[in-house]
């Protein structure tokens, strides 16, 4: 039974380009958290998402920053016009629902140059 | 709104010594979840324990126990037998237990752990 993936691992970006970071949930589970790691620092919450639908995103920056979670395929953090300051570890965690354990992915570090 | 804080950036153990790791954290609600995490160089997230605040038992796994004080909401995980492997990054984390928008966890800054052989 495969764990959360993460794709790609290790991302490295010039300012001003597009990231997008791919999150496949464990088998059944329909639930999506993504959360993001600055050096030294403990993981912070950007969005919630279900299936379609987007639960909460009140971690999420307001602006260059979104996410989605097709019907069919894997979640998707995509970061416009990355700045240096986007450069952190972001983590993909699943569940099956709400009130479940939350599983977490390796990570894709995002390095801005 | 609800914090985590792990007062201790760094701790040291001998090879099959016990280490304490402290956690506090603020909240208003009862009904909730405290989680360690351990975060090895390989930053894969491992779920270590988990306690139901309305349980009063400590929760045991192996090596790894806690002592959870609800009245001073103080959540802290003893290792025992310490081993190499032990090394890693800690984090306490918090969680509502109820769904919607409250269902994110809330993680501490972190405990870096090394283990001397």
């Known amino acids: 039974n495969a764990g959360v993936m993460q794709n790609p691992r290790h991302l490295v970006r010039r300012r001003g380009q597009e990231a997008r970071l791919r999150c496949s949930p464990m088998?059944?589970?329909?639930?999506v958290y993504w959360y993001r790691q600055l050096p030294e620092e403990g993981l912070k919450f950007m969005v919630y998402?279900?299936?379609?639908?987007?639960?909460?995103e009140s971690g999420m920056p307001k602006e260059r920053f979104s996410a989605e979670f097709p019907k069919e395929g894997p979640s998707i953090l995509r970061i416009q016009q990355v700045v240096r300051g986007d450069s952190a570890a972001y983590f993909c965690?699943?569940?099956?629902?709400?009130?479940?354990?939350?599983?977490f992915g390796p990570g894709t570090r995002l390095t801005v140059t | 709104a609800q914090t985590v804080t792990q007062s201790q950036p760094e701790m040291s153990v001998q090879e099959a010594e016990t280490v304490t790791l402290s956690c506090t954290y603020d909240?208003?609600?009862?009904?909730?979840?405290l989680f360690w995490y351990k975060q090895p160089p390989s930053r894969q997230m491992i779920l270590v324990i988990r306690?139901?605040?309305?349980?009063?038992q400590n929760a045991t796994e192996n090596r790894f126990s806690v002592n959870f004080q609800k009245a001073a909401k103080s959540f802290s995980l003893k290792i025992s037998d310490s081993q190499l492997g032990d090394a890693a990054m800690y984090f306490c984390?918090?969680?509502?237990?109820?769904?919607?928008?409250?269902?994110?966890?809330?993680f501490g800054k972190g405990t870096k752990l090394s283990v001397k052989p």
């Open positions: 965690a699943s569940s099956r629902g709400e009130l479940y354990e939350q599983y």
């Open positions: 306690q139901e605040a309305y349980k009063q």
């Open positions: 998402l279900q299936k379609e639908n987007i639960i909460d």
């Open positions: 984390a918090y969680k509502l237990n109820y769904g919607g928008s409250q269902g994110n966890l809330i």
């Open positions: 909240t208003s609600e009862s009904d909730y979840y």
């Open positions: 088998k059944g589970h329909s639930h």
